[in-house]
């Protein structure tokens, strides 16, 4: 799977948009973006996913680039319960073929009053 | 619908003893997943089942490991003898289908003394 590179920590302000950047340069064609998040002591929570158009459901909205080497989560009116790290993911979604999450480091994402 | 469970939520055993850590899948899911977090490292795959195959086992770190998933419903991982750098949270995943995303226990917390 592609490597993902994202910014270790962010802050935003509570009731403001947070807009979490992705880059992954190497990524396949048939390789989907995912969004997971982890807050503390919990599981990984999964957000959303893309292949190449711009996606939005009831957590959050993913805007993934034309030539798709990067791509944003955003949060449009961040809480103090979406402080977690998040963790862009690149995976190939073939039945039958490889199927893991890599996880990398994420983004710990502080939402201050 | 309920989550993915897991059981126990923490364990604290001796050097050398053996734990079996239990995960019941959503209901429906036929793929079932491990990961583990060790202490200041990156989420990482342990295994995929379909059903009660084994489908991808290629994380499993060394032979002291097994996980079983009997009828295809609930897994259990077993640490047959427990070392120190076992440590770590142990998470089990479900997905309904092999192209859909992973949802997630909280994780087996399992210190190793």
């Known amino acids: 799977d592609a490597k993902t590179t994202q910014p270790p920590s962010m802050d935003c302000a509570e009731g403001r948009a947070a807009n979490l950047p992705c880059n992954h340069s190497?990524?396949?064609?048939?390789?989907?973006v995912y969004w997971y998040r982890q807050i503390h002591s919990q599981g990984p929570q999964y957000i959303i996913h893309?292949?190449?158009n711009n996606e939005t459901n009831e957590m959050a909205s993913l805007i993934i680039t034309e030539d798709r080497k990067s791509s944003t989560l955003i949060l449009p009116h961040a809480t103090l319960r979406d402080t977690a790290v998040y963790y862009c993911i690149v995976r190939v979604v073939v039945t039958g073929g490889g199927n893991k999450l890599t996880f990398g480091t994420g983004t710990q994402l502080k939402v201050e009053l | 619908e309920a989550g993915v469970t897991q059981f126990p939520s923490h364990s604290v055993i001796e050097k050398g003893q053996t734990v079996t850590l239990r995960c019941d899948p959503i209901s429906g899911h036929d793929n079932l997943y491990w990961y583990r977090r060790v202490m200041g490292k990156e989420i990482k795959f342990l295994l995929h089942?379909?059903?009660?195959?084994?489908?991808?086992e290629s994380g499993m770190p060394n032979n002291r490991f097994l996980a079983e998933r009997t009828g295809g419903t609930y897994s259990t991982l077993k640490v047959q003898p427990a070392e120190l750098e076992d440590s770590g949270v142990y998470f089990c995943?479900?997905?309904?289908?092999?192209?859909?995303?992973?949802?997630f226990g909280n994780g087996t917390r399992l210190t190793v003394t």
């Open positions: 190497t990524i396949s064609g048939n390789e989907y």
């Open positions: 089942f379909v059903k009660e195959s084994k489908q991808d």
């Open positions: 995943a479900s997905s309904q289908a092999w192209t859909t995303p992973l949802h």
């Open positions: 893309g292949l190449k």
